[in-house]
């Protein structure tokens, strides 16, 4: 049956999960974003933001934060009432094993793959051409950039990101709140609040909670 899906946010990810939406021959209802009320934006109305979206009263409409910035993600979650409301958007072109688990609000993008018995968490990003290999354990509103490979038994905490063309070897512990720069190599655990890049990957700096990593 058609699911009636509304996304957050109204830029270039937002777009790309409205085609994800589609694609699936569900309905596109519209976006809601910090943008003004009722403007255009690639052929679809803003209908307002969190509050406008609480207040409507349809047992039928769904949404999905479709946000690049993790953080605006998180924020975004506690302030919806109806969490069960969160839908998982899939594209028709990924691969996903029939044992692999993914929570609801998570996107998985276009040709993107997760292997058996790896575990998604909540609000996460598996964008475009990502790989998760077998028994990875994904925590909650974490990202996993175009092209980012995770091998088998990688474990990632809640609210990191794994930058573009990335690739994490097996068995290796990400902490929370790790952002890996794009075209890494990471061959060791790295540890929470921490910035890494390279080939290989060293931790080059601290994260705080809620720092921002796109400009």
């Known amino acids: 049956m058609k699911k009636k899906i509304c996304l957050f946010g109204a830029g270039g990810h937002a777009v790309k999960i409205a085609d994800i939406i589609r694609e699936n021959d569900n309905i596109f209802y519209g976006f809601f974003s910090k943008n003004t009320k009722g403007i255009k934006l690639y ?51 990924s691969k996903i094993s029939v044992s692999a688990k993914i929570n609801d609000g998570t996107s998985v993008g276009v040709n993107a793959i997760i292997q058996s018995n790896s575990i998604i968490g909540t609000c996460c990003i598996i964008d475009s051409s990502a790989i998760v290999e077998h028994d990875c354990k994904i925590g909650d509103f974490v990202n996993i950039l175009p092209g980012a490979i995770l091998c088998g038994n990688v474990t990632l905490g809640n609210n990191t990101i794994i930058g573009a063309g990335s690739t994490i070897i097996e068995k290796t512990k990400i902490g929370e709140n790790v952002l890996i720069g794009a075209g890494s190599l990471v061959l060791n655990d790295i540890e929470s609040n921490s910035i890494a890049y390279g080939v290989p990957a060293k931790v080059i700096n601290k994260r705080c909670f809620g720092d921002k990593y796109l400009k």
């Open 43 to 93: 052929g679809s109305e803003v209908l307002g933001y969190i509050d406008d979206y609480n207040s409507i009263e349809d047992p039928e409409l769904y949404f999905h934060i479709a946000i690049g910035n993790n953080f605006d993600r998180f924020n975004i979650y506690n302030e919806i009432s109806d969490k069960k409301k969160q839908i998982k958007l899939i594209s028709i072109s």
